[in-house]
């Protein structure tokens, strides 16, 4: 009887080991770190080119034209 006990503590303690419980929680963190990089990355391109600055420069010439 013991050692039927022991081994079902032990097929237990395996079943845990195994669990994918904490599978999405992963998946998510590295979703997470990727859309990080890929904005760091964005944000590095931008304040190098000034293409938003010069974009938005234009459309407010294009808004006062139009008011005046």
Known sequence: MTL???LLAL???LARLRSDRGQA???YALILLGAAAV????????T???R???LLD???RH?????S
């Open 4 to 6: 039927l006990r022991w």
């Open 11 to 13: 097929h237990s303690w």
């Open 25 to 27: 929680t992963a998946e």
């Open 39 to 46: 904005a760091m990355l964005l944000v590095s391109w931008v």
């Open 48 to 50: 190098k080119t000034n």
């Open 52 to 54: 938003i600055g010069n």
């Open 58 to 60: 234009a459309v407010f």
């Open 63 to 67: 808004i006062t034209g139009l008011v």
